[in-house]
């Protein structure tokens, strides 16, 4: 059948979608410009640090635990209505927690909601999506992720620089405290306003149609398939495609994820998940400015500095998002792990004799650039389209829960004990790890992980099965 689709309203539902990753990586960026400060005026420890910065990725565990439960019974659309609540609660609650463990609650709050849209908004774009234009529009949610990491600097950023001027003229003692004294408070709060801007646009966006289909509401499913395709001819020839791969049963059963193909394909995506976080990438994100003050930069210089890193993610983001569907999930794997090897190698020599070589702090940022422009590039840009589309319909949820559960364990270690590998193992041995961690990443993409460039979900869907 000759296929016309309307990129234009599939575009929009995916920007909306998207939002969710933009309060993601805000929510997990911004935390590295307030750990300094946090752990000053509360008197944190390592382990304590650890815990400040890891607290909201245990809510990102639990977020991802209940996500596909909630999605699959109750649609992916409410479930991003609820990620929108918590994303709202916790920066309020951060805003104006009155001691350690109430700001601590606070975050684990938002943690729930990033565990959430990192499951729920890929899915969400993955299943109104069609095959030519799939991973660029899956790869506009990691867009929007690096674009919060990048909008989180940049507050980080112009919030320090605006608590350092005079602020004689106010006599609120509520806003001198939030954005002068404890500025670590405006930084955490800012999120309320993006947070209540996608709980807003969340109305205008229909159900997914795969979904609906999924649970026999097939009116309105055959109603959102006619839009996206620009004639209800087209729409129920896709409805009725996915009929024939679903087959007479609806329901979600646990055990079809133990059904050898499906079972193959929920063990890759787990392993890549979790190996993409023992491979640097959130050690640079929240350690950024700590790891370059370490250095000997000024806190305003490495937060400039992050600044800027932020920026090379986005655009990297961008440039990935052109290719993705050109040459293929794979290859871009290929490049971009072994960039990262490459630059990660160079960071440790830095640290290991830089000083001694007299090697200026500016190659230091250059290195971590090079590591940004890889990893953006390939693992960051793949991870999401590649869990989005692995998995059966049926158990599409379920499944990704279970690859978001390893993200997000993977992630919460890699929080929990970098400030314990940077005083143990010293930069240099932290970021050599690093580059080893990348081996076995790569052979499992080469050997286990299938092209899935061009392929409509239901192919995919037919690969596992068979």
């Known amino acids: 059948m000759n296929k016309t689709v309307n990129i234009r309203y599939i575009s929009f539902l995916s920007l909306v979608a998207a939002l969710g990753g933009f309060l993601f990586g805000y929510d997990t960026a911004v935390i590295s410009g307030t750990i300094i400060k946090v752990s000053s005026q509360f008197s944190l420890d390592v382990i304590s640090q650890g815990w400040y910065v890891g607290c909201a990725l245990i809510g990102s565990i639990l977020g991802v635990m209940c996500a596909g439960i909630l999605s699959d019974n109750y649609g992916r659309k409410n479930t991003l209505f609820v990620a929108a609540i918590l994303f709202s609660v916790s920066a309020i609650g951060c805003a104006v927690s009155t001691n350690f463990n109430a700001l601590v609650i606070a975050r684990i709050i938002g943690g729930i909601g990033i565990g959430v849209v990192s499951i729920i908004s890929p899915l969400y774009i993955s299943e109104i999506s069609v095959p030519h234009y799939r991973g660029r529009l899956v790869s506009l949610y990691q867009l929007a992720v690096t674009v919060g990491f990048l909008g989180a600097y940049l507050i980080n950023f112009g919030l320090l620089h605006y608590s350092e001027g005079d602020f004689s003229e106010y006599t609120h003692p509520l806003f001198v405290k939030i954005f002068q004294t404890e500025v670590w408070r405006s930084m955490l709060g800012m999120a309320a306003i993006p947070s209540v801007l996608f709980f807003i646009v969340l109305f205008f966006i229909p159900e997914s149609p795969r979904w609906l289909i999924l649970k026999s509401r097939n009116e309105k499913a055959l109603t959102t398939l006619s839009r996206i395709y620009g004639s209800r001819e087209t729409g129920a020839f896709e409805m009725n495609e996915t009929q024939r791969t679903i087959g007479n049963e609806t329901k979600v059963h646990w055990r079809e994820l133990f059904e050898p193909g499906i079972r193959k394909a929920v063990l890759i995506g787990a392993a890549i998940a979790i190996l993409g976080q023992f491979m640097g990438v959130n050690a640079v994100l929240y350690y950024g400015p ?4 370490s250095s000997g930069l000024s806190g305003n210089d490495s937060l400039f500095y992050q600044v800027i890193v932020g920026l090379v993610n986005v655009l990297t983001t961008v440039l990935a998002m052109f290719f993705i569907d050109k040459v293929g999930r794979k290859v871009l794997v290929y490049f971009g792990v072994t960039g990262m090897i490459f630059s990660l190698l160079l960071i440790a020599f830095y640290f290991y004799k830089g000083a001694e070589l007299g090697i200026p702090s500016v190659f230091l940022l250059v290195f971590f650039l090079l590591y940004i422009f890889f990893c953006a590039g390939s693992i960051s840009a793949v991870i999401f389209v590649l869990l989005s589309e692995m998995y059966p319909i049926r158990v599409r949820g379920l499944a990704m829960s279970i690859a978001g559960l390893s993200l997000w364990v993977g992630t919460y270690l890699i929080g929990q004990t970098t400030p314990f590998l940077l005083e143990t193992l010293r930069p240099e041995g932290t970021f050599m790890l690093f ?19 061009g392929k409509s979900l239901e192919e995919i869907e037919k690969y596992w099965k068979s």
């Open 290 to 293: 700590s790891i370059f003050e």
């Open 435 to 453: 580059a080893v961690m990348c081996i076995p990443y790569m052979l499992i993409v080469w050997k286990l992980v299938p092209e899935t460039t």
